[in-house]
């Protein structure tokens, strides 16, 4: 596979997930069982499945972004999962931009933004449109920082516009140094 950058929750937080995730189809299937439920009310089933379904997707949910774009999939384990059906959304070079503070990232970067609630389906972007809400979320996620080092490296520095282009160079320089001269601290800002 071409070079690529893996987005997925921190390590942390996908370990949290995972036992949650555990944990609820134990006690739901162990501790309560469906004729229970329903016996309680009816709709207590129904919100165990979509907060166990929630969790797993939570888990089990990576961005990978390539030279071509992004792209959502599921990972179980270490492999990437086999569907490729899903296409990349490709770059949006006028508008690639990082803002927020580590850990709190976010981006506009990509031709349409998938993040549809509350708001309702993909939504294209420009330069002159632009909203916060539209922007791609990166909260939490690990190797954000090994992504800007990947954006500086491989996107072209002349589709972007300048103010974006210093940014995303300083940050990766930044990080760069970081890697190369503490990689203990470096591995624990990118994943942990």
């Given at each position: 596979?071409?070079k690529?950058?893996v987005?997925?929750l921190?390590?942390?937080?996908?370990?949290?997930?995972?036992?949650?995730?555990?944990y609820?189809?134990?006690?739901?299937?162990?501790?309560?069982?469906?004729?229970?439920?329903?016996?309680?009310?009816w709709?207590?089933?129904?919100?165990a499945?979509?907060?166990m379904?929630?969790?797993?997707?939570?888990?089990?949910?990576?961005?990978?972004?390539?030279?071509?774009?992004?792209?959502?999939?599921?990972?179980?384990?270490?492999?990437?999962?086999?569907?490729?059906?899903r296409?990349?959304?490709?770059?949006?070079y006028?508008?690639?931009?990082?803002?927020?503070?580590?850990p709190?990232?976010?981006?506009f970067?990509?031709?349409?933004?998938?993040?549809?609630?509350?708001?309702?389906?993909?939504?294209?972007?420009?330069?002159?449109?632009?909203?916060?809400?539209?922007?791609?979320?990166?909260?939490f996620?690990?190797?954000?920082?090994d992504?800007?080092?990947?954006?500086?490296?491989?996107?072209?520095?002349?589709?972007?516009?300048?103010?974006?282009?210093?940014?995303?160079w300083?940050?990766?320089?930044?990080?760069?140094?970081?890697?190369?001269?503490?990689?203990?601290?470096?591995?624990?800002?990118?994943?942990?």
């Amino acid at each position: 596979m071409e070079k690529h950058v893996v987005l997925s929750l921190r390590l942390g937080l996908r370990l949290f997930h995972g036992a949650a995730f555990l944990y609820g189809f134990y006690f739901f299937s162990a501790v309560l069982n469906i004729v229970e439920m329903f016996q309680f009310h009816w709709f207590l089933p129904f919100a165990a499945l979509a907060c166990m379904t929630f969790i797993f997707f939570s888990a089990c949910s990576i961005y990978v972004v390539t030279k071509d774009g992004i792209r959502w999939q599921l990972m179980f384990g270490p492999a990437l999962s086999p569907s490729k059906r899903r296409k990349f959304t490709p770059w949006n070079y006028e508008i690639l931009q990082v803002r927020g503070v580590f850990p709190f990232y976010y981006m506009f970067a990509f031709l349409r933004q998938d993040n549809p609630y509350p708001y309702g389906g993909d939504y294209d972007l420009s330069p002159d449109n632009i909203p916060y809400r539209r922007s791609i979320a990166f909260f939490f996620c690990r190797n954000f920082l090994d992504l800007i080092i990947f954006i500086d490296e491989n996107i072209p520095y002349e589709k972007m516009k300048p103010e974006y282009r210093d940014r995303i160079w300083q940050l990766a320089d930044k990080y760069r140094r970081l890697k190369k001269n503490h990689q203990i601290i470096y591995w624990i800002l990118n994943n942990v």
